[in-house]
């Protein structure tokens, strides 16, 4: 080990560099200027937003619409948080190229990827406390994975939430984590972080093996100063070109908006949560939107116990590199996936009854050639529908009959624009919300009458096949 990698460099020469980088620039340091830049603009955002259910939106319409610049510094805190991970991330992946996570410098990448945590919390609960479909929708999420963790479930929801529902306590709490308790770990972590940087200095490049360094000041004046201008001057042009959208107001009695996106860097959770040959998984919603996130979190963070091998040319460490692209392809192809998955357009929601034709109500199966299983299933789906009363609250299918209460519950689509079944919800969504709706939702109006019996595990199956994988509609009136 050189003088330079045991610190012995930096103890004698002060603050120093290695005489030999690359020709990149210090993501790290970029996604730290990044980073103040968002937390200056929440500073002034927070003058202006309110955080409960009913104020939430209106407050961020108000910043956009009325206060001078407001719209602008809304881009300016959004962008800041996207760019952030984008520029930690390539900080990373540097990083682990050069094996910059090897010894001396282990601390140094479990800090720094508690760091990365903490900016991808910034952008989540920032994400999600603006009132707004999409961030009800992505509540809801929270609450399911929350919910369903084992043994500790309920527990884990309430404290998530702050009760037992989303409400404006779950706004507030939320709030509290984003403008509080992520800024004071931020700190900590970065205090943490520039003790051990402060003697192992920045990571070498892997083919260096000499002692030569140079002042830090010329290190970073040479190699990130036009870097860090170019990447404020992006930030400052995308906040007033793309200022940040807001959808409609989050409606608690609707579904939550099952079929709106998360941000960018959570969509291959999402597509994961929409793939059906998963669904089947036990506890899916747990396994895939909490366990497997958190095992790669797990397994970024021990990567120095795992890989022992001290070679840091990425030529002698094959394994390490195959594993990390095999990942990112992965996790690369899920967001592909959930980005490209679209609401289904209008030739598409106009026909796909069994016959070839557009659906001609309840019952319509005239030229379907539906099978005896398929007969067998819609009688079962329609016995359910009547004795749980869902045309109450819900038109089911193109139904002249059924409630308004509840939304539209279209298995193929209308050539008025209303998506297909399967395009809104997911099968965990649906068998946690329909398997028991006032655990899953307790200010819920879907209440089942006591005389309908519990949704059991074969009913609720029934159901399932019947929405997502049937063809042909039966009648699905009250009694």
Same mark, same amino acid.
């Given at each position: 080990?050189?003088? *330079?990698?045991?610190?012995?460099?930096?103890?004698?020469?002060?603050?120093?560099?290695?005489?030999?980088?690359? =020709?990149?620039?210090?993501?790290?340091?970029?996604?730290? !200027? +990044?980073?103040?830049?968002?937390?200056?603009?929440?500073?002034?955002?927070?003058?202006?937003?309110?955080? /409960?259910?009913?104020?939430?939106?209106?407050?961020?319409?108000?910043?956009?619409? =009325?206060?001078?610049?407001?719209?602008?510094?809304?881009?300016?805190?959004?962008?800041?948080?996207?760019?952030? &991970?984008?520029?930690?991330?390539?900080?990373?992946? =540097?990083?682990?190229?050069?094996?910059?996570?090897?010894?001396?410098?282990?601390?140094?990448?479990?800090?720094?990827?508690?760091?990365?945590?903490? &900016?991808?919390?910034?952008? *989540?609960?920032? *994400?999600?406390?603006?009132?707004?479909?999409?961030?009800?929708?992505?509540?809801?999420?929270?609450?399911?994975?929350?919910?369903?963790?084992?043994? +500790?479930?309920?527990?884990?929801?309430?404290?998530?939430?702050?009760?037992?529902?989303?409400?404006?306590?779950?706004?507030?709490?939320?709030?509290?984590?984003? /403008?509080?308790?992520? %800024?004071?770990?931020?700190?900590?972590?970065?205090?943490?972080?520039?003790? @051990?940087?402060?003697?192992?200095?920045?990571?070498?490049?892997?083919?260096?093996?000499?002692?030569?360094? +140079?002042?830090?000041?010329?290190?970073?004046?040479?190699?990130?100063?036009?870097?860090?201008?170019? &990447?404020?001057?992006?930030?400052?042009?995308?906040?007033?070109? @793309?200022?940040?959208?807001?959808?409609?107001?989050?409606? %608690?009695?609707?579904?939550?908006?099952?079929?709106?996106?998360?941000?960018?860097?959570?969509?291959? +959770?999402?597509?994961?949560?929409?793939?059906?040959?998963?669904?089947?998984?036990?506890?899916?919603?747990?396994?895939?939107?909490?366990?497997?996130?958190?095992?790669?979190?797990?397994?970024?963070?021990?990567? %120095?116990?795992? @890989?022992?091998?001290?070679?840091?040319?990425?030529?002698?460490?094959?394994?390490?590199?195959?594993?990390?692209?095999? &990942?990112?392809?992965?996790?690369?192809?899920?967001?592909?996936?959930?980005?490209?998955?679209?609401?289904?357009?209008?030739?598409?929601?106009? /026909?796909?009854?069994?016959?070839?034709?557009?659906?001609?109500?309840?019952?319509?199966?005239?030229?379907?050639?539906?099978?005896?299983?398929?007969?067998?299933?819609?009688?079962?789906?329609?016995?359910?529908?009547?004795?749980?009363?869902?045309?109450?609250?819900?038109?089911?299918?193109?139904?002249?009959?059924?409630?308004?209460?509840?939304? !539209?519950?279209?298995?193929?689509?209308?050539?008025?624009?209303?998506?297909?079944?399967?395009?809104? *919800?997911?099968?965990?969504?649906? =068998?946690?919300?329909?398997?028991?709706?006032? #655990?899953?939702?307790?200010?819920?109006? !879907?209440?089942?009458?006591?005389?309908?019996?519990? !949704?059991?595990?074969?009913?609720?199956? /029934?159901?399932?096949?019947?929405?997502?994988?049937?063809?042909?509609?039966? #009648?699905?009136?009250?009694?």
């Amino acid at each position: 080990m050189s003088a *330079y990698e045991d610190g012995a460099a930096c103890r004698r020469h002060g603050l120093v560099a290695p005489a030999r980088v690359d =020709r990149w620039p210090n993501f790290g340091l970029l996604a730290l !200027m +990044v980073a103040a830049g968002g937390l200056l603009s929440g500073v002034f955002l927070s003058f202006h937003y309110a955080p /409960t259910m009913e104020a939430a939106r209106t407050s961020v319409l108000h910043l956009q619409e =009325r206060v001078t610049g407001g719209a602008w510094l809304r881009g300016l805190h959004h962008w800041a948080g996207n760019f952030a &991970i984008v520029l930690a991330a390539l900080h990373g992946l =540097r990083l682990f190229w050069h094996g910059g996570f090897k010894k001396p410098r282990r601390a140094l990448w479990v800090i720094g990827c508690l760091i990365f945590l903490v &900016i991808v919390g910034f952008a *989540y609960t920032g *994400y999600l406390l603006t009132g707004d479909e999409r961030a009800y929708a992505g509540l809801g999420i929270m609450q399911a994975v929350a919910g369903s963790t084992p043994v +500790v479930g309920e527990a884990a929801a309430r404290a998530a939430l702050g009760g037992d529902a989303i409400s404006s306590a779950t706004l507030t709490r939320l709030y509290a984590v984003h /403008t509080m308790v992520l %800024p004071i770990i931020l700190v900590l972590l970065l205090g943490l972080f520039a003790y @051990f940087w402060r003697c192992l200095g920045p990571a070498r490049h892997h083919a260096d093996t000499t002692d030569e360094v +140079v002042p830090l000041t010329d290190y970073a004046l040479r190699r990130d100063l036009i870097a860090g201008l170019a &990447i404020l001057a992006a930030l400052v042009f995308f906040a007033w070109k @793309f200022p940040p959208a807001i959808g409609p107001q989050a409606d %608690p009695i609707g579904p939550g908006a099952p079929d709106a996106q998360p941000e960018w860097f959570l969509l291959w +959770v999402n597509e994961l949560l929409h793939m059906d040959s998963l669904a089947s998984i036990p506890n899916a919603t747990f396994v895939l939107a909490g366990l497997v996130p958190g095992l790669l979190v797990a397994l970024g963070i021990g990567l %120095p116990l795992l @890989f022992r091998n001290p070679e840091r040319a990425p030529g002698k460490r094959k394994p390490e590199l195959i594993l990390a692209a095999v &990942i990112l392809l992965g996790i690369g192809i899920l967001g592909a996936r959930a980005a490209a998955r679209a609401p289904a357009t209008d030739a598409e929601t106009t /026909t796909e009854t069994s016959g070839g034709e557009t659906g001609n109500g309840p019952g319509d199966n005239s030229g379907s050639g539906a099978d005896s299983d398929a007969e067998t299933l819609n009688a079962a789906a329609s016995t359910i529908l009547r004795k749980f009363k869902c045309a109450s609250c819900h038109v089911i299918d193109n139904a002249e009959d059924g409630g308004d209460s509840g939304p !539209m519950l279209w298995r193929f689509g209308n050539k008025d624009g209303i998506p297909k079944f399967g395009d809104l *919800y997911t099968r965990a969504y649906f =068998r946690a919300k329909v398997g028991d709706p006032e #655990k899953f939702w307790p200010d819920t109006g !879907m209440v089942y009458a006591k005389r309908a019996g519990p !949704m059991t595990p074969e009913k609720l199956a /029934t159901l399932e096949r019947w929405f997502f994988d049937g063809a042909p509609t039966p #009648k699905s009136g009250d009694d």
